[in-house]
């Protein structure tokens, strides 16, 4: 629970949940549009059901459209729900590394801060230091194994 309020509050910050609000719209109105035009789809529900098989790109093939301006609005949403696949994924991804990158900023820079002040620690510090060095040392040799 705790991960997914996290990811509604990158999706919120960064604004992409507006785009993923407008996608959903999007899909509501081309289905509506779909019921419309299609004249072997008979229910609004058959026509998000062919909306969920179009964006996922699973194509079950249960429903399928014939009309040009259907097939027209399939390739829209499919290019669409590609758009908006990649840039949340970049957005979510983003974040966490710079949410990465800060931790091991403010990690060095404590760090580095106790160095400084290096003769004024306890000896419980100094052996900390150290140990923190090593696993440091020893992170860095799996890396490059």
């Keep these: 629970m705790k991960k997914l309020r996290i990811l509604k509050q990158i999706l919120v910050r960064t604004h992409t949940s507006e785009l993923i609000v407008g996608f959903f719209i999007f899909i509501f109105i081309v289905g509506f549009v779909i019921t419309l035009a299609e004249p072997d789809i008979h229910t609004y529900r058959d026509a998000l059901w062919y909306c969920y098989a179009c964006v996922t790109t699973i194509g079950f093939g249960d429903v399928t459209v014939s009309t040009a301006v259907s097939k027209i609005l399939s390739v829209i949403l499919s290019i669409y729900a590609a758009f908006i696949i990649a840039i949340v994924t970049g957005v979510v991804v983003n974040f966490y590394n710079q949410i990465?990158?800060?931790?091991?900023?403010?990690?060095?820079?404590?760090?580095?801060?106790?160095?400084?002040?290096?003769?004024?620690?306890?000896?419980?510090?100094?052996?900390?230091?150290?140990?923190?060095?090593?696993?440091?040392?020893?992170?860095?040799?799996?890396?490059?194994?």
């Excluded at 003769?119 to 799996?142: G, N």
Aim: glycine share 0%.
């Design 100 to 145: 990465i990158k800060l931790r091991q900023e403010e990690t060095l820079a404590a760090f580095l801060d106790k160095l400084e002040h290096l003769p004024e620690l306890s000896k419980e510090e100094l052996v900390e230091m150290a140990e923190k060095a090593k696993r440091f040392e020893k992170s860095l040799k799996k890396k490059d194994s």
